[in-house]
């Protein structure tokens, strides 16, 4: 199949998911229901950047809570000062909170030559700079965070593990939610340098969820949403795995619905990865991928406590944008 016939078919698929969103698609009666937009692994061209300020203001017209950017805001182009600048403009005008985790393309990819040859942890300590200097989201309306915003492991010598303000979590009507810095590009290991960073943020990632769930372990939480970049079943190496079983066991712990929401593979999908020992899906445990590059698009999640699922999901295809 060439290319041309890929995105023919990926078009089609679209096609049919917003289609069965449509149908699917049911006003709720609870006071307490909200819904926000979830969308990610944009912006790659000159051409997604500015049907990305078209979307963004459509977006704007919608009611939403906040909108979630789950990383990856570059294709090709080199990772200066100024791109992050120009990013957090875009961001800042949002009509709705937004909120943004990190990706491996602005940071992790930036160590190779076509991206400006640059250090991957000095380029973190950037995007930290830009979007993270304190504990509100952006946009035009913000909303306050939690941020794990202190060392981690202080000592004589100074502190072994910072802090980690880009994780964040925040509640909305009985439901929490948390954002983890987990990259693609096998979560910046495997480049010699990069251990120590990914040690350290593994540490960091997993106590700040074991904090989400602990907190979400209380009667008055409906439901937990977790979001970070990462396909973290895209890795030959497993460089997720502990992620993915403290994931699991939360779910089984919590034994109330839990939402994983990534990118980075560009295959808008929801569905229950997550399987037991029988090969059954883990009860309450449903996984949202959205859409990326080329496929412009975002996906609304209406959050509903009348629901027994409590999520419903709408995929919103913007544009299919191709370079000429």
């Known amino acids: 199949m060439n290319d041309m016939q890929v995105l023919i078919s990926r078009c089609a698929a679209a096609a049919v998911l917003l289609a069965l969103g449509a149908c699917a698609h049911v006003p709720p009666s609870h006071p307490d229901a909200f819904a926000f937009a979830v969308m990610g692994d944009t912006q790659y ?17 919608e009611d939403l809570a906040f909108v979630v950017h789950v990383g990856d805001f570059l ?7 100024e791109l992050y600048a120009q990013r957090r403009r875009e961001y800042d005008a949002s009509a709705h909170p937004f909120i943004y985790t990190p990706g491996d393309n602005e940071w992790v990819d930036c160590r ?17 700079a830009a979007f993270f200097a304190d504990r509100w989201s ?15 492991d202080p000592g004589p010598a100074g502190c072994r593990c910072p802090a980690h303000p880009e994780n964040r979590f925040w509640s909305r009507s009985r439901v929490r939610f948390v954002t983890l810095n987990v990259p693609g590009s096998q979560n910046n290991t495997g480049y010699g340098a990069g251990e120590d960073e990914a040690r350290c943020r593994n540490e960091a990632n997993a106590a700040w969820l074991e904090r989400a769930v602990t907190l979400s372990e209380r009667s008055e939480t409906l ?11 895209d890795s030959k190496r497993g460089v997720y795995g ?15 619905p839990v939402l994983l929401v990534h990118g980075d593979s560009h295959n808008q999908r929801v569905d229950t990865p997550f399987l037991d020992w029988l090969g059954n899906p883990v009860p309450g445990l449903v996984r949202l991928e959205t859409f990326g ?28 944008v191709v370079p000429k």
């Open 45 to 61: 061209n000159a051409a997604e950047e500015r049907a990305f300020v078209a979307m963004l203001d459509g977006i704007g017209r």
């Open 75 to 81: 294709g090709g182009v080199s990772c200066g000062d």
């Open 112 to 128: 190779h030559r076509t991206r400006g040859g640059h250090d991957p942890v000095e380029r973190l300590a950037k995007l930290r």
């Open 138 to 152: 952006l946009g035009r309306k913000r909303i306050e965070t939690f941020a794990q915003d202190r060392c981690l």
């Open 223 to 233: 439901a937990l949403v977790i979001l970070f970049q990462a396909n973290p079943w």
């Open 242 to 256: 502990a992620l993915l079983r403290q994931i699991e066991e939360a779910a089984k712990r919590l034994r109330k």
């Open 293 to 320: 590059s080329p496929f412009l698009g975002w996906v609304k999640v209406t959050v509903d406590p009348d629901d027994p699922n409590v999520f419903r999901f709408e995929p919103r295809l913007h544009a299919v």
